[in-house]
């Protein structure tokens, strides 16, 4: 299994980016998949997942209303888009695949077994 991020980087109060997760060594499609993240000196934070057909999402309420998760199955890709971008925002961002198949709700702790490195967003001006 292999998830490699990529999107980040410095970005602006205000501004927006979107996070990549490229996905391999596994049926993808079979998998909900996260986004976390950890700002420095903090515990990791799920902040988004989304089931394997995509038919239901989750957002923190850290990133609720300025942000939407999305795959394709079909590429194997896994994306964040983040809009008004705050400096609290700043953390290392990484993507995980869910421990369980086919999981069809997203209530209660996420549960993976595969993450990858992490992309460093930085928001600041």
């Known amino acids: 299994v292999q998830l490699v991020e990529s999107g980040g980087g410095l970005v602006e109060p205000g501004g927006s980016l979107r996070l990549s997760c490229a996905a391999s060594?596994?049926?993808?499609?079979?998998?909900?998949m996260y986004w976390f993240r950890q700002a420095p000196g903090k515990a990791p934070e799920w902040i988004s997942g989304i089931t394997y057909h995509s038919v239901t999402k989750y957002y923190a309420e850290s990133i609720k209303g300025r942000s939407t998760i999305s795959r394709d199955n079909v590429k194997n890709t896994l994306s964040l888009r983040m809009d008004n971008l705050k400096p609290d925002d700043t953390a290392v961002y990484f993507c995980?695949?869910?421990?369980?198949?086919?999981?069809?709700?997203?209530?209660?702790?996420?549960?993976?077994?595969?993450r990858g490195q992490g992309t460093q967003v930085t928001v600041s001006s």
């Open positions: 995980a695949k869910d421990l369980k198949i086919w999981r069809t709700d997203l209530k209660g702790k996420a549960e993976y077994d595969y």
């Open positions: 060594g596994f049926p993808y499609d079979d998998y909900a």
